[in-house]
């Protein structure tokens, strides 16, 4: 079983070199599994970089958790679905139609604050860490030693009303 | 039991998306996952739930077919500085407690894992991997993600 999900972590998780599970993935399962560590804000800001990455066009290839980004995605601009303890049970059951590119670039053009979902039926936590110490930014630590901010301003809307 | 799975070759998707600003081109990589999808199945529900207490909901997360599209569509809203999804009218932030739930792993009670610049001693991934030690000391950056052909289940 700790060979699937080190296979997982290497090809899902931290897909990082195309054809190979890498050392990076392989440490960090390591880590997890002997010390017990929680690897949610690795994998986070690990997308982070790779939207960071993918804008200043140095890295051409989405290489992260995309599944994790894909289930959040949906839980937010699917129709309102009751009774989902699981994100993941959601974007299973309620995942959105199959469309072209044209029409998920048009579909975003005209997503306003109306057509969200704010407060999708899995989320149990209504606080969120937005600020550190003084500072309005969380700061969060990657895989590959970058450190990385998540800037949030406490004004704006974080999702959450 | 052996397992013979179908393995098909990764492939990898161009798509091009733009918007008014700037023409940005993305290349998302897709993985066939078939093969690994099909050994998760394999697993019965006591062994899925033991699996979900150690690693979180990776199974389920394994079985997502992500629509490369969206994301492709997604990331063009994505405001680096900000570091948010910017819309007409509001903005959307990825929050490490939404992505807890997501993983299934929750935070409470727990560290945080901290990248440290030290390699897994072979031995180590060995005993994990349950020998074929020989096939790692090779000095290799990592192992073929095809391995998951040699896995069997019980």
Redesign the interface.
Known sequence: ?????????????F?N???????E????????????????????VD??AT??L????RK????C?????????VS?IGERAVGFK????L??KR??E????DE??Q???????TK?QWQPS????SC??YYCGKYPN?P??????AS?????RPN????IR | MELELNMGSEIERDSESSNLKKKLYIRVLENNLTGLRELGQRLGPIQRGIFRKSYGNLLGLLEVKVQVLVVTALAQHYDPPMKCFTFLDFQLVLTLEEHEQILDLPLEGRVHYKHLEQHVSIPTLAGIMKAHLRELERGVKGFPRSIWRHIYIN
């Open positions: 079983m700790d060979v699937i999900a080190l296979v997982v972590y290497g090809v899902l998780v897909p070199q195309e054809d190979v599970v890498d050392y993935a392989i440490g960090v399962f390591v880590v997890v599994t002997t010390r017990a560590e929680n690897p949610v804000s690795t994998i986070l997308t982070y939207l960071d993918w804008h200043e066009r051409r290839k989405m290489a958790c995309l599944p994790a980004l894909y289930v959040w995605l937010r699981c994100p993941v049970e974007a299973l995942g959105p199959p469309r072209g590119g998920w670039k579909f975003f053009a005209g997503l306003n604050e969200i899995w989320k149990l936590r969120l860490i969380v969060l630590m990657g895989l590959n030693a990385i901010t998540t800037r949030c704006d809307n974080l999702g």
